[in-house]
């Protein structure tokens, strides 16, 4: 992103005597300042409010007194409403100088200057690169980048950000009860707050209430494939899917991987993996993404990110992939990697404050507004662990609430020993959550001992759930033998389903990763009998590659 030049704005009824001011302020300060001007005063405030949803920012007012739409003061009381700290210079005629002092008293004038302003080096510059001088003292530069406009506890602007979050999209937030900014440019644009949540683009356009298909088009993601037949499809751009697409399109396959939210999967949302290979430091889940995807379109694969798929068909050896805006996909070969959701929590109130204040991973996403919080976290594997060290570097404190007696059963030893070293993180063993409770958000958790039954009330700033490994695999209609939680069987694990040998045409076994299906293929988390580490995830879906080239051999 290019960093932004403060702006002086000029406005003048009398062309030759703006171009002239413009000729001279653009001579002295174009290196640092950008230079704008025009001569309608209503042009200027309908640009004014452009720069302000572009996010620009004005240094300096000048403007003549006296002009047929507006009277110069008049002009200046509407625009510092809008940059309330840009300092105002009042171009004026000799006999206009009780205009100016009065406008010192109404619109806290800080200049005027009388025409002309021959020479300039000792009329003008002098006086404007004094207020610039004050100006720069107390400026500092603005957020470059997407807006978000929202209620810190609405869902839908939980979604948006853990969406641009997740896809490594810069976005700044303004809570409409608790900033200016946002409440400024709600007034400014006429945005009645029962549309929020609303996006503010670089380019100064806004969306309300959008989704985020939306959103990733006007962030350049792509939602539409360029062809109509590919060799091979990878639905979900977690670990294994982002390995699949490396490999697909490095050894020449022509490949298309298609992401519901945002790449990375649960490992994307780690704030730090510091067991994977060849990182001794650790790295981010959305560093390591943003690596991952980053290879894969260099080998030229197609991404289509936020695109839902909604079934997969067969027709002789084609695959046809149906996407949620109906249009379809031929594809000769499917590796299905959309990995698992976390369980959700079945307790009274639980379903009331989602996105509100209880969120299902997303400790990165919603960090910053946890600060000088208690908050909770249930869970006990790496992901809860990873969470809770990331989200003690704001709360006050962050507890772990955990059935077991201990972190041993399913926690790597490595963050067992950094949860046992950080102050503000306690364990609660041997205790579940039975209610959450509040208004319009989570105020308070039930917390109940599973060995005494007692039960206790606390305040919660929010709640972070990491439970369980669903599998994401509700949207495949096909009959694909899936074992009693849910999860992909693939392979030799097929063979001992008398479903596999009514339905299985090939006369061969499947291959190591294939699935019930001939042709279809599952790697990483969704797969029964994955070992749930991100290495292992990226280890499948290379394989995954290797049997797709055999199975196109033999089709």
């Known amino acids: 992103m290019s960093k932004k030049k403060p702006i002086i704005f000029a406005v003048d009824d009398e062309p030759q005597v703006l171009s002239a001011l413009q000729r001279d302020l653009r001579k002295q300060y174009r290196k640092e300042y950008k230079v704008m001007s025009t001569t309608s005063v209503k042009e200027a405030l309908e640009t004014l409010q452009e720069l302000k949803n572009k996010n620009e920012v004005v240094a300096l007012f000048l403007s003549d007194q006296r002009m047929p739409e507006m009277l110069g003061v008049e002009y200046l009381e509407q625009a510092v409403e809008v940059f309330p700290e840009a300092k105002r210079v009042l171009v004026t005629a000799y006999s206009d100088i009780e205009a ?81 900014e946002a409440q400024q440019l ?25 989704s985020l298909l939306d959103i990733g088009s006007k962030t350049g993601h792509q939602s539409q494939a360029s062809d109509t037949m590919y060799d091979v499809t990878i639905i979900g751009a977690g670990p294994a899917g982002l390995s699949a697409a490396v490999y697909g399109g490095s050894e020449g396959l022509k490949t298309l991987l298609i992401e519901r939210r945002a790449p990375g999967g649960q490992a994307g949302t780690s704030s730090r993996i510091e067991n994977y290979l060849g990182f001794p430091s650790g790295l981010s889940g959305q560093d390591l993404s943003r690596r991952a995807i980053t290879q894969a379109t260099r080998f030229g694969i197609e991404f289509l990110s936020p695109v839902q798929v909604t079934n997969i068909e067969t ?31 079945e307790a009274p109130g639980m379903n009331d404050f989602t996105g509100a204040g209880i969120y299902y991973g997303a400790a990165t996403t919603e960090a910053a507004a946890c600060r000088d919080k208690d908050v909770y976290i249930v869970g006990g594997g790496n992901s809860a662990g990873q969470g809770a060290m990331y989200l003690a570097k704001f709360a006050r404190h962050v507890y772990i609430v955990i059935r077991k007696p201990n972190l041993n059963f399913s926690m790597s030893q490595y963050l067992i020993d950094q949860i046992a070293g950080t102050e503000n993180i306690t364990l609660l063993p041997y205790t579940t959550i039975t209610a959450a409770k509040g208004s319009d958000h989570l105020q308070q958790i039930v917390l109940q001992n599973v060995q005494t ?43 001992k389903y008398h479903e596999f040998h009514k339905a299985w045409i090939p006369q061969r076994e499947p291959f190591l990763l294939e699935t019930s299906v001939p042709g279809i293929f599952a790697a990483g988390d969704v797969r029964a009998g994955a070992m749930n580490r991100v290495a292992s995830a990226v280890g499948e879906g290379a394989m995954a590659i290797k049997f797709v080239h055999e199975y196109l051999a033999e089709n």
């Open 100 to 180: 100016a002092i009065k406008g010192i008293n109404d619109v806290q004038l800080d200049y005027y200057i009388t025409k002309p302003w021959d020479p300039p080096e000792e009329k003008l510059f002098p006086v404007i690169q004094d207020l610039l001088d004050v100006w720069q003292m107390n400026y500092k530069p603005g957020f470059n980048g997407i807006r978000i406009l929202g209620y810190q506890f609405s869902p839908k602007s939980h979604q948006i950000k853990d969406f641009l979050a997740g896809n490594l999209v810069p976005y700044q937030w303004l809570d409409i009860e608790q900033s200016e």
């Open 186 to 210: 709600a007034t400014l644009n006429n945005i009645d707050y029962k549309n929020l949540p609303a996006v503010f683009f670089e380019d100064g356009e806004f969306l309300t209430n959008p």
């Open 315 to 345: 027709k002789d050896n084609y695959k046809i992939i149906t996407l949620d805006d109906g249009k379809t996909i031929h594809t000769r070969a499917v590796i299905v990697t959309t990995g698992v959701d976390y369980r959700k929590l």
């Open 453 to 495: 039954k007692a039960e206790e009330e606390r305040e919660a700033g929010a709640l972070f759930i990491f439970i369980g490994a669903k599998p994401y695999t509700e949207w495949i209609d096909l009959e694909v033998l899936r074992n009693q939680r849910g999860f992909l069987e693939t392979g030799r694990e097929l063979l």
